[in-house]
């Protein structure tokens, strides 16, 4: 059986044998190395507003080695290699304005002495709808949507502001450029965003285990545009809040029959007697006990009682219905000591 073994040792050999000493040089000593060194780098694929943040994996050094990896003649990470010759570093932070649109190289480095190097495609695409504005009135239209700078012979989908799921897809050709013909869901009208997602290649994907990172392999590489959807009715204008008694005039002990309109539906609404001036007398209430909650109906109408109430409230003055801050004007003329008549007796002192 033959074997090969690496030579640690200078050994007195025939003339005719070749001595061959396996190993790698840095900084003129010879170290074992493991494998042939081998520079890995996640993303492979990135956008340039993405590229924030970098795996590296360097393997086949010798253990204890300096690591020192560069990007654009900038350090971006540096360590030593373990017992194993290799190096990892997850999450690595890439300075802003280092990387630029194109391919980005990153270089590893030993003692000064340049070891492997590889490569980052950073990706700056665009897109643009045309016509950007629709007056479909929240129904739906049709427009082109145009895209440069995406990888070649790539999916890219659709969305619109940043929907799960998309509502069309082209293919880029080989410059990374597409065109196409297409229509937008129903919107509401107003401001929305369409964005057309690169998608990654459909390639096995697979993590390895040196480092524990958030960085993909591929990433999905997204690039906006703004439209907007006009042409939808507006809705009819809420009508102002009035407010009515009647009688407007009325004896102290008795009630004035209070109305209003145009109130919000649902809310809770408040009667207050005032003075002209707008000074606050008493809650309004049908009679001279409790004062029960109050609001507006399904279409912002009320409709309750009043009480002027003997002796405290005299002359003019208002029914004021809050928050709306309408009032009903009202006299309130002396009387409870006279006899009442019918049903507009309620009270007397």
């Known amino acids: ?26 900084g003129g000593a010879a170290r074992a190395a493991t494998t042939t060194p081998t520079l890995t780098v996640y993303p492979h694929e990135t956008t340039l507003a993405q590229f924030t943040t970098m795996d590296v994996w360097a393997g086949g050094t010798f253990a204890g080695a300096q690591v020192v990896i560069t990007m654009g003649n900038t350090q971006i990470v540096s360590g030593t290699a373990d017992s194993s010759g290799n190096y990892a570093s997850g999450d690595v932070p890439v300075p802003a304005g280092i990387a630029v649109c194109g391919q980005n ?13 590889t490569q980052v495609a950073v990706y700056c695409p665009t897109v643009q709808a045309a016509p950007n504005q629709f007056g479909s009135g929240a129904g739906t239209d049709s427009f082109t949507v145009t895209g ?31 065109t196409k013909a297409t229509s937008h869901p129903a919107l509401p009208c107003g401001p929305h965003q ?21 960085v993909s392999q591929f990433q999905p590489l997204p690039a906006s545009a703004a439209i907007t ?19 407007a005039v009325v004896i102290d002990g008795m009630l004035t029959h209070v109305t209003g309109t145009g109130f919000p ?12 001036a ?8 049908p009679d001279a006990v409790s004062a029960p909650s109050l609001s507006a109906d399904a279409q912002g109408r009320i409709d309750t009682y009043c009480l002027a109430e003997p002796h405290e409230i005299l002359g003019a003055a208002r029914i004021v219905a809050l928050p709306a801050h309408v009032a009903a004007p009202v006299v309130v003329e002396g009387g409870s000591m006279q006899p009442s008549f019918g049903d507009q007796f309620v009270f007397r002192r």
């Open 1 to 26: 059986m033959n074997r090969t073994h690496r030579l640690a040792v200078p050994l007195v050999l025939p003339a005719s044998l070749v001595l061959i000493v396996v190993g790698v040089v840095y």
């Open 105 to 117: 190289e990153v270089d590893w480095y030993t003692d000064n002495d340049f070891i492997a190097s």
């Open 148 to 178: 440069t700078g995406y990888p070649p012979d790539r999916d890219v989908v659709f969305t619109i502001d940043n929907a799960q799921s998309s509502f069309d897809s082209v293919f880029t050709d080989a410059n990374g450029a597409f």
């Open 194 to 214: 369409l964005t057309a997602i690169g998608q990654p290649p459909v390639i096995p994907q697979w993590l390895r285990a040196g480092a524990t990172s958030t």
């Open 229 to 247: 959807v006009t042409g939808c009715a507006s809705p009819p204008p809420r009508e102002k809040p009035k407010l009515a008694a009647n009688p």
């Open 265 to 276: 539906p649902g809310q809770p609404v408040t009667l207050m007697w005032e003075t002209t």
């Open 278 to 285: 707008g000074a606050t007398l008493s809650q309004c209430s």
